[in-house]
Antibody, heavy 118, light 114 residues
């Protein structure tokens, strides 16, 4: 079955960087893009971007361009997202999901809770 | 980019009720064939979102048939025909835009027990 398993919770100080991983199984990794969505406490879902493991193409939400980098390791079937120059506004749950361009994100990771605090 | 506005933001209902949630787009949503690039998700507290409906009206595998989706163009509706206790959650609509495929979420409708 399709599964996406994310890295565990993390605590960072303002100004630091974080790299979250999303390890996939149960489907052909290069056939689907991986998208990242975050959710601040008590808030709605915010799309961050996607990456195609097939060719490395990315599309970032304008808000995150220049501060977020998404990568993949096809041999490890894993997607990564790095967020730099963290502030308290980046405190959120971060989700990865398999992305079908017509269906939307159809299978989701369990989420990675990031806390940014001094 | 297309913006999605969901209404109501909050809805209180009882088990057995029929409820309709609306998602309105700032522009007409593109489609493939007759199906629009519009999806609905359910999110329970502390959990990842779950895909319910895609292509505006196609039920995702394993989703109960009491959920249905309809609409096209700028207005889309999620209907739950008879609310069950496990349906109390927050619901989001999502649009996958045309290339390069940015995604847009609605702000959500929180459905609570009356």
């Amino acid at each position: 079955q399709v599964q996406l398993v994310q890295s565990g919770p993390d605590v960072k100080k303002p100004g630091a960087s974080v790299k979250v991983f999303c390890k996939t199984s149960g489907y052909k990794f290069i056939d689907y893009s991986v998208t990242w969505v975050r959710q601040a406490p008590g808030q709605g879902l915010e799309w961050m971007g996607w990456i195609s493991p097939f060719n490395g193409q990315t599309n970032y939400a304008q808000k995150f361009q220049g501060r977020v980098t998404m990568t993949t390791d096809t041999s490890a079937r894993t997607a990564y997202m790095e967020v730099r120059t963290l502030t308290s506004d980046d405190t959120a749950m971060y989700y990865c999901a398999r992305l079908s361009m017509f269906q939307g994100p159809d299978f989701w990771g369990q989420g990675t809770r990031l806390t940014v605090s001094s | 980019d297309i913006q999605l506005t969901q209404s109501p933001s909050f809805l209180s209902a009882s088990v057995g009720d029929r409820v309709t949630l609306t998602c309105r787009a700032s522009q007409g949503i593109s489609s493939q064939g007759i199906a629009s690039f519009l999806a609905w998700y359910q999110q329970k507290s502390g959990k990842a979102p779950k895909l319910l409906i895609y292509g505006a009206s196609t039920l995702q595998s394993g989703v109960p048939s009491r959920f249905s989706g309809s609409g096209s163009g700028r207005e889309f509706i999620l209907t739950i025909s008879s609310l069950q206790p496990e349906d109390f959650a927050t619901y989001y609509c999502l649009h996958v835009n045309s290339y390069p495929h940015p995604l847009t979420f609605g702000q959500g409708t929180r459905l609570e027990i009356k």
